[in-house]
């Protein structure tokens, strides 16, 4: 895995890193996962800004989303490549009902705001699933709990992070 600066990011050293990225740098070192944050110089709210960014495909960016599955929340690490379908995220998940969580109650469950959501570094666990389409790209990029911090890391990586379920999301 290339972990080196991308395009126009530097890596950064934990002690200069701000108390949400901070956070999320403990939980992935806790977790045994090598994944050094990067800082961008502007804000990444987007899967297409990150990507550009980084110099990557948009596909490898793992944007972190959080929606109500039957009213309980999932957060969904899904590729930059397409957006979740909610009736395939429904169906994969055997439930009723798929729909985005609002603002307030993303940042209230995972202490972040929408365009820097990383997969950790929450208050609590979030129940997690990951996007087969990750699977594709040698590094997934994801946020690191703002919008102008990134972090570097496999597929399995991701996975064992989260200790996420891998499914399909968008049927494309």
């Not at 949400?20 to 297409?48: M, N």
């Not at 439930?95 to 570094?121: C, D, F, H, N, R």
């Not at 129940?127 to 597929?155: E, I, Q, S």
């Amino acid at each position: 895995m290339n972990t080196e600066a991308p395009l126009h990011a530097y890596i950064v050293d934990a002690s200069a890193l701000s108390e949400k990225s901070r956070r999320v740098h403990d939980d992935v070192r806790a977790a045994g996962v090598e994944s050094p944050i990067h800082e961008l110089p502007a804000s990444a709210h987007t899967a297409v800004a990150a990507a550009a960014a980084l110099g990557c495909d948009v596909g490898a960016i793992g944007s972190s989303l959080l929606f109500l599955v039957d009213e309980e929340p999932l957060l969904v690490m899904t590729s930059g490549r397409h957006r979740v379908d909610t009736e395939v995220l429904a169906a994969a998940m055997g439930a009723e009902q798929a729909k985005m969580a609002p603002a307030k109650l993303v940042k209230e469950l995972t202490g972040q705001v929408i365009g820097g959501v990383a997969p950790v570094g929450h208050p609590a666990r979030i129940r997690t699933v990951v996007d087969d389409a990750l699977r594709a790209y040698p590094t997934v990029w994801t946020a690191a709990g703002v919008a102008n911090t990134v972090m570097p890391m496999t597929f399995e990586n991701l996975v064992a992070l989260t200790d996420g379920t891998v499914i399909t999301v968008a049927n494309d």
